[in-house]
């Protein structure tokens, strides 16, 4: 798989495991990457393994998150980091 090698500034790009890190690497496309990044990965994990990675992950962007649900139809409340965001009050700004 190639993949833009800008995502993986702070790893050794040639020593990833593709297979056992998926999660990691689903989620870090996904924040981080470009369309072309993200074709890459439905063609090499599938889409049942991006949206399993997705819902597991800690931390997502809300425009992720956002992205994800709308593209693979899931609601937002199935997400793991967007129930979450939900829990954390965010800071006045004032």
């Not at 790009?13 to 470009?34: A, F, K, P, S």
């Not at 992720?64 to 965001?85: K, Q």
Request: positive net charge.
């Amino acid at each position: 798989m190639q993949l833009s090698r800008e995502i993986f500034w702070d790893t050794n790009y040639d020593t990833i495991n593709w297979e056992q890190n998926y999660q990691w690497v689903i989620c870090r496309v996904l924040d981080r990457g470009g369309i072309e990044d993200f074709r890459a990965i439905r063609k090499f994990y599938g889409d049942k393994k991006i949206i399993e990675a997705a819902k597991e992950a800690r931390y997502l962007s809300r425009k992720t998150v956002h992205f994800v649900s709308a593209i693979f139809n899931v609601p937002l409340n199935e997400f793991r980091c967007y129930n979450l965001m939900l829990s954390q009050p965010e800071q006045w700004i004032y």
